[in-house]
């Protein structure tokens, strides 16, 4: 920590622009890959790995060391989301890479931060993490048998802030370790001027902010919650309508049947007028072949000569002289045929008299024999 100020500045993310000439990336890559996931923004992992094989391999050592240092606060130090680096780790990156502030301080905040998350929520394997982080303060940062009085919370960010690794107790003395590595730093070179030093006030924002991250968390939940249930209400609206699509799916397949049954029928009986209508019209067209050979007769009639007409006429009225000729002779042997009928008639009662007169005679006859 020496030679840098605590951090201060929360919340300050770079422009896309300004970190794309700060990673050597080219800038409209940079735009293109600059994603959003849930409510914060940033690179995915895979999108940083591949620029830092492509920088080792044109050797940029200072822009690998950069993009390495990034995935570190991303994905180790500082993680939100699996396998993506958020504008949060990258607004820490930017004020160490730019302003040369101390990591310390945010990452004894994130941290009191989880603890203090997870003892209030009583959730998980941490419980009753506030005395776990006391006993740690004092049994590595404090030394043995030292007085701890009462302090406050300004007191207590002084008090972290000015902390340095050699003011923590990395290891048990009685093991006579000579020499033990405390950091390790990945050049971040800038040209940036020497930061002001932190005031209680920026540390008591600090504080402040973290608190409102918690407020933030408890309102994210019970945002989740609520939404869970109006998808839980909305699952059992979709469900209703299911049900009820599958009710009208049914009753659509029987009107379906039914139409079906009803097409056959109306197809038979269409078929069947279609027979009668091509037996009608096989009909029409045999009287049409009929009324074509009369009209041709009519036209040939139509074509013959007046001699032809009057020998016609002349043989047509000789047709009607033989005609009446003929039914003259026909009303002859008509009236002859009636008065033979009538001889006919007369014989045959006369006839039957003698029948009547024999029968009267008949036994007089064999009484004389």
Known sequence: MKGKTPYNRIGQVPEVEML??????????????WKKRENLFGFWRAYLEEEAERLFVIHHWDALANILALLIYGLVLFPTHEGFIDSAAISIFWVVWKDKQ???PP??????????TRHQKKNGMLICCLPLIYNWLISYVFRPNAHISEMSNGEW???????SSKD??????????????ISVEIPLKSTSPEPDPVSLEEVEELRAMSCKKNRIEQD????????????????????????????????????????????????????????????QLQSSEAEVVRERRLKERAQRASQ??????????DELNTNKELASYWKEQYESLKSQ?????????????????????INLLQPSVAAYR
């Not at 794309?20 to 890959?33: G, R, S, V």
């Not at 013959?304 to 006429?313: Q, R």
């Open 20 to 33: 794309a000439i700060a990673l050597h990336i080219p800038i409209y890559d940079a735009l293109a890959n």
């Open 102 to 104: 101390s990591l310390v």
């Open 304 to 313: 013959i000569c007046p001699k032809a007409w009057e020998e016609k006429c």
């Open 107 to 116: 990452l004894l905040a994130d941290t009191f931060h989880t603890l203090h």
């Open 337 to 357: 045929s009636m008065g033979w009928l009538n001889h006919r008639k007369l014989l045959n009662e006369i006839l039957d008299e003698y029948e009547c007169t």
């Open 157 to 163: 960010a002084r008090t972290l802030v000015s902390l």
């Open 168 to 181: 923590i107790i990395w290891y048990r003395h009685k093991l006579n370790v000579e020499e033990i590595i």
């Open 220 to 279: 994210v939940k019970e945002r989740v919650l609520e939404c869970l249930d109006q998808a839980d209400s909305g699952l059992g609206s979709l469900h209703d309508e299911l049900a009820k699509a599958k009710r009208d799916g049914q009753e659509w397949k029987r009107w379906w049947d039914l139409a079906t049954k009803q097409k056959k029928e109306v197809r038979e009986e269409l078929e069947a007028q279609i027979q009668e209508l091509k037996e």
